[in-house]
């Protein structure tokens, strides 16, 4: 039977101890709640070194002692995580996400009739990746999108107070709008930062002085070093709205220099004077 | 009659005294160097209270008093500097500059016969701008690029010096290498800056949760706060190159991407599975 750990709050299970499943699982453990992780055996080790979990657990032993469960692995394998959650019974926990495209998992809660669903995503990360790279201090101050889709009241109410507990402002909006207002916030900028970075290196000029880059390109760049498996995932799921904001940045690009700008033109204002 | 200042070191005139003037004067007296400066009343004024220079001068008085003659005015207005101190007759001090483009004015050094020019610019800055956000520190471990060109060597000489005594490493190169690097280290990245945050406030969605963006939003579009007279100049004078820079960033955008990937394709993967 599950019970609520320490002081009534929920024991929660993370599934994928990585930048921000560690992170969440530090911050919620120093918040006071009971966590517990779901991953491979040597990350298992190390997060309960750091006593960032209280133990680690099979994913089947997970669900059936947490009443809420996070999945924090890759967009792909948190659809697999959620179709082996909804079979061969409904949990009665409640899951929630921290995935970076919110339509396509949103769509198959709905699909799998997981109403104790809530869709997240912090807006919080950095370049590094693992649960080598994961902080308590990860989400102080930042914002945590909530596409609730059909989700229980009760259930929404679980992951706000998870997303307070660890210092992060829950923003509620549809999924269509967080799919929208990331591509141009987040995915577009992560394209645009490994294009900088592969235009400097293609560049024989360019990448012979890279060392004289300020800090103005260090900061444009810092974003390249993400993991591209992980965001290959992120931008297959929202293609659709990534291209649109790339087209507006390339639109963007030809107004934002002198009058008259063109991309494709050669002619050289410069030297004319 | 010239005289070197305290301990061998030359007296050095900064004309324009802004964020880069500004550090370079505070960062000079702090190593001992006598510098005066060239500006508006008011900001010298500013200058001479927060000690960054000894004495405030018009430009013949600081021609004729200093060894050397830092250009830290914009572009444009460095050019007309330029003309003005090789007429009626070439000064013996040293001249060097800070703009962020050195083809057209090694270019014109050359055209007026100014062998004790020195191109220079240092790779360090901030989105702000003005005396009031000029610092010692600006410059310490950065790059300072010099590009000789039909220089004298003692010129290059006093102007390395200047470079070292603020804490940079000065880096010998073509102009052409510099405009072409920089294009790519420094130009670009500041159009995209702009055209990246325009995206965002141009869509309505992206717009209405831009206080949802993390960290890497943030960093991509702090130079956007850049001043955009000064910019219109510098692009102007590197037209050419920053076109090539562009271009190339705008084909990477293509290619960093899921495979297939296409800027103009609306189909949306995500929603297929």
Redesign the interface.
């Known amino acids: 039977m599950k019970r609520p750990s320490r002081q009534g709050r929920p024991t929660v299970a993370i599934v994928g101890l990585g930048l921000v499943g560690g992170s969440l699982a530090r911050a919620l453990t120093r918040a006071g709640y009971r966590v517990v992780g779901v991953d491979r055996p040597p990350v298992l080790r190390r997060a309960r070194a750091a006593r960032a979990i209280a133990a680690g657990r099979s994913l089947a032993a997970a669900v059936s002692e947490a009443q809420v469960v996070v999945l924090a692995a890759p967009p792909l394998a948190n ?1 697999r995580l959620l179709r082996a959650l909804a079979r061969p019974r409904r949990p009665v926990c409640v899951i929630t996400d921290v995935g970076s ?1 919110k ?2 998992i949103v769509a198959e809660a709905r699909r799998l009739g997981l109403e104790n669903f809530v869709g997240g995503h912090p ?4 370049e590094r990746s693992g649960f080598a790279a994961s902080s308590t201090a990860l989400f102080r101050g ?2 945590w ?1 909530l596409t609730p889709s059909g989700s229980t009241p009760p259930a929404v109410r679980v992951v706000r107070a998870l997303v307070r507990a660890v210092g992060a402002r829950p ?1 509620v ?1 549809p999924p269509a ?2 799919d ?2 990331a ?4 995915h ?9 970075l ?3 290196l ?2 024989p ?2 990448r ?10 260090h ?2 760049t ?2 390249a070093a993400s993991p591209r498996a992980l965001w ?1 995932e992120i ?6 709205e ?9 639109e ?2 030809g ?4 009058k008259g ?11 004319r ?1």
């Open positions: 659809l495209v339509g396509v807006m919080a990360g950095t930042r914002s999108i923003l909006m709008d967080h929208r207002a591509a141009f916030l987040s577009a900028p992560q394209i645009v930062s490994w294009a900088l592969a235009g400097a293609g560049d000029v360019a012979r002085y890279l060392r004289m880059a300020g800090p103005g390109f900061d444009m810092r974003l290959r931008l297959a799921q929202n293609h659709g990534i291209a649109l904001a790339l087209a507006r940045l390339v963007g690009l107004h934002a220099g002198p700008w063109s991309l494709v033109s050669s002619r050289r204002r410069g030297a004077r």
